[in-house]
């Protein structure tokens, strides 16, 4: 299978540019019988849609998905969902200067040397824009596993910079501009965020996803593992650069007597695992935290080269997200939804039951 | 396919379990014409290889791979090579004591629950076992890799609990017992293990892996991104818990202009991004690592329940290492071996040119 | 994977029902620099297209094809073609008295047990109108493999009920109703098919398609043989119930000796093996053969059942072709040209050369 | 994936070479619980296994499957199963005669040109011995959908050059050395194979191979219909050059009034289909039949070349079948049974019911 697919099973086939005519998707494998219409597909988008907030990209794009395929009065038939999203809001002529130029920090160089052409509008295929499917696709996975087995995936901003959220409170990301959970943070994020953007530079971020009700038993070893699968499907977003599950990159300095989450018939004592045992999810939370890098279209000049091979010194502009990871909280929500609803399905088809998920002792 | 398989046109499919008759792989889709022995994959099993050193499991097994088929007259064929491996030191009376217990932290938990049944001897198919596997397939991988690009992997062990490498000295990895690239603090690493392994406990590490010599294009955008792909085969080995490419969760607080690396006609002049952009390699090296967790397997007592639900307090006997990530490294490099020749495999299948590396300024 | 999608390395994955908005497919895997336009595909569906014949249904469908993503400035660009194509003469209203019967030789009753529901509006996705999106991908890897190997591939109507071709006169072909490669049988075609219409009843028949200029090699035992996916692909045509290469069932009774196609230095003296050794092509003209049952959609009254489980006496009515297989020609060819072309590509895929083909002596 | 895996849950890789040390596969995808040993492949391997009748070759291998993973306490867990035969009779000198001459009819010729090289022993992985590990894996689904679903798979000998069966008696099948399901005709063909031996020449076969009890609902369209995937599945055996499904290429001559299968609630009246209909199991038994070349080696000399290009008349030496028609009755079995396992669990993917078979009246 070329590059453009994901999963074995639930499967999520995407096309589109950032300035060609339209985006869309295929997904295939979802079961008959789910109730869908594109409002399922949209909340999601609108949260991950430009132009929201004043943090985001002045691109305007409405974002409206159509469903072409796979709904017959109302419910997924079994058949293949074909869904489109049409471009407005494309502005060719902001990126015609860019048509020689090799953007440092961005995918212009690698798919010209790759592909020998590319298309150079706002990016073309490389551009954060292609993510809207990912995002609709992952709302009928959400829908699913929500209502089947009460699976709930939810994202948040755990870090931007240099600041971090002390707590998660689920009821506060969305009512600020930044899916942040801490609300004692909200000023000072603003703050860092308004001289950022008068320095034109951008900032780094990392975003936390956790799925609560997963079932005993997702996952298959040795090489598709549940974690092993999260992590294709999250560093598969653009700009991520570190996936982490449960504790990550702490465990590193952790003793075994410390790291491992001690059990007894009442549930699991703590959480340490993020909700994967050899690569099994174990009925604890699933958690995984990505690291966003800072997007490289900023307006401090750089060193480059054109594609005649001549260096130059340049600045990006365009509409750009001075922190692409508040806009990365859906898209991860949608990746872990597919990955955990493609591995459903994966269960499945090995004639298994689905084991309720084991309470972690102390968490609601 | 189901999870026992990597890759797509260099496709590493495994079998056998940790106190089976024998473990096994085959690899599919191999060129023709390269020269190939046993001994090519023995130097890998060596170096992961049990009972090789103080600091990891007293099991002792030859680990001798045999060629079965897919090689003729000392070359490969194109057709598929089967591997073999007979298990040699089983004892699986050691093990008959864990039969209704589920070992915290251990994968026990989660394949009874998976499976409603599991083969509990050494952990079955979650043992470390089966990487044995993984290191003499990727071992064809970096032959090839090498032979035809001069593409070179090589791991080392960068960080064990609190200590940390400061320089990589790539000579001095192979000298000591931990792969350990900095000589100055192998004093403090003997210490260290020492007074654990007095303790009874076990200790976390991270593991670092590098590909030089890799050719711009290798990638398929937009879910089999090379850094996916990658991520995918790390958090697939066994107790790693996190993967980063390049600068990994440093970007978090990482502005757009100290992370994008700079490029001339010459090269670029750093590499933050782990040599891989917009999820295509980018002829930069590629830099990746990871967190691998403390094994569960310690004598420090811990609660856990026994598969008919009774609580239990229990002590995890056997033959362990008290930190798996020393053994790790080959594996790591087998694995990011795997990733790199299907990508290679699968930029060929696109009919595309092989393109040379990308210098970066300053490093050899 | 799920079952919409064809190929490996050249991908094509489909959506769309009979009576929905819109049919669409993306192909992934093209390489990139092919010159592609919608004239390119256009030809090919008007080929295909209902509404053209009087000996085809009567529904009229422009059948107008829109690239939607990878191509850029004329030329592909490796990335994801999207194509989409209208549905424009749906008339629902004909269809609603079938709502609740299944429909005898038809995909009503598998397709109702199989998902506990259906879209009986024209068949939904069991409609050979799916077809439409065949032909268009198909006319891509038709003009790739023309231009980069000089590969063709053309197909012809080699029977239809007692109708038989007895010389194969490739310029006649697109001469007349029938794909009919035998000028001399098409009066009696025309007899034939008239008599038909009036009884209301339907035929059998027989499509052939043949490629040439087919390179050496392609082919990938032990279970994708060239044979092997070929027969995959031309069995998964609506209607098709055998598929032959070469002699095909004429070999149950021919000797070893009459069968193998001796050679010599100068190519081949015949090819009764349809252009396949062992799996993997020879550099003979690869051709196959294949059957198409009569429709079921006729006017002769048959016994039936409703999905209530009542008997019933029923008549198909709507707007159907009384031989499915005429129609049928470009899509073979368009599944042909798939297959050889994921081929092509999963050839290279293992670093192999492209080998010129072999001539048959004799051959043109 | 390359070429020697098949299936998408239930996967089947194998290896190995005609005179290599051993042939061996991976079954992986099986679900957990299934009782199995080694005796339950054994059966039909013994069935398939050289040496067991005047008519087939006269090399003498014992086929003695081991299974070294997969399996604990008699059932199978759910983790990969590796199964490995061992190669005794190899004779190597027998074949270095033909090592520079491409045998007319066989697959040296392409695999040499594929490759650039090729194990010439025997065929290497050309030979059809690999299909001992096809029997053996198919013995596994066989014996999982009897048990599980009462699917009862068998196949004979339909038709051997002129000797064709006129009535089918399954309790005849595995009296004779033949497969074959008249006893009538026993005598008739005994005398054909004397008389064919003493010739020196070969003669094709039609083999018919029947599922009973398969539940409606199995297939995948549009691509993966369970008739497409039976098709690359049995066009997958070595010599096959046809398949048809039902009436297969009768169907060319039929009218829709006579192929469709009417049907009433008390079930179908009649099975043209072969039970597939839409490219979905319908709940009729369903009905493959393939045609098999006449092996192309032969004692009558033909025209040939040397690898080096030279001309050359040869004889084809070695232990071969005069008709391969009779040893694959086994394997054409075991195909059919990888195939309907492997679109169970696919069936299942989707979290869909099994749903039960549906009678043909008048049919035991």
């Known amino acids: ?84 999203i049409q471009n407005t809001d494309q502005r060719s002529q902001d990126y015609s200067n860019i048509k020689d130029l090799f953007r440092p920090g961005h995918a212009d160089y690698t798919y010209q ?39 709930e995936i939810r994202g948040y901003l755990s870090q931007l910079g240099p600041v971090i959220a002390e707590q998660v409170d689920w009821d506060e990301i969305e009512r600020n501009d930044f899916f942040f959970p801490d609300a004692s943070k909200i000023p000072a994020l603003d703050e860092y965020m308004r001289e950022l953007k008068k320095s034109g530079d951008s900032i780094g971020a990392k975003v936390s996803v956790v799925a609560t009700n997963v079932p005993v038993g997702l996952g298959e070893p040795v090489f598709d593992r549940l974690d092993a699968d999260i992590a294709h499907a999250l ?63 900023i307006s401090v000049p750089g060193k480059s080269m054109t594609v005649q091979g001549d260096e130059v010194e340049m600045v990006t502009k365009g509409r750009h997200d001075p922190c692409v990871g508040i806009r990365a909280v859906p898209i991860a929500e949608a990746m872990l939804a597919i990955v955990l609803m493609d591995h459903l399905l994966r269960h499945r088809a090995q004639n298994l039951d689905v084991v309720s998920p084991t309470p972690v002792l102390g968490m609601r």
Do not use: W
């Open 235 to 297: 560093m598969g977003i653009n700009a991520v650069k570190g996936v982490e599950i449960g504790d990550g990159f702490a465990v590193v300095t952790q003793h075994g007597s410390e790291h491992r989450d001690l059990m007894s018939p009442a549930g699991f004592e703590s959480n340490h695992a993020g909700g994967v045992l050899g690569g099994i999810s174990s009925g604890q939370p699933v958690v995984a935290h990505i690291a966003m890098k800072p997007t490289s279209s």
């Open 113 to 151: 040397q790759k592909y020998g052409t590319r298309d150079y509008r706002g990016g073309g295929r490389s551009s954060a824009r292609e993510t809207a499917m990912r995002v609709a696709a992952g709302a009928i996975a959400k829908k699913y596993l929500f209502q089947h087995f009460g699976i």
């Open 1 to 84: 299978m070329s590059g453009n697919s994901i999963g074995q099973n639930f499967v999520v086939t995407s096309f589109g540019e950032s300035h060609g005519p339209a985006l869309g998707c295929i997904v295939d494998g979802c079961p008959p019988g789910l109730e869908l219409t594109e409002a399922d597909m949209q909340r999601d988008l609108d949260r991950r849609r430009p132009g929201t907030s004043r943090y985001t990209t002045a691109r305007r794009e409405p974002d409206e998905v159509k469903i072409l395929s796979g709904v017959f009065e109302g419910k997924t038939t079994g058949t293949s969902i074909g869904l489109l």
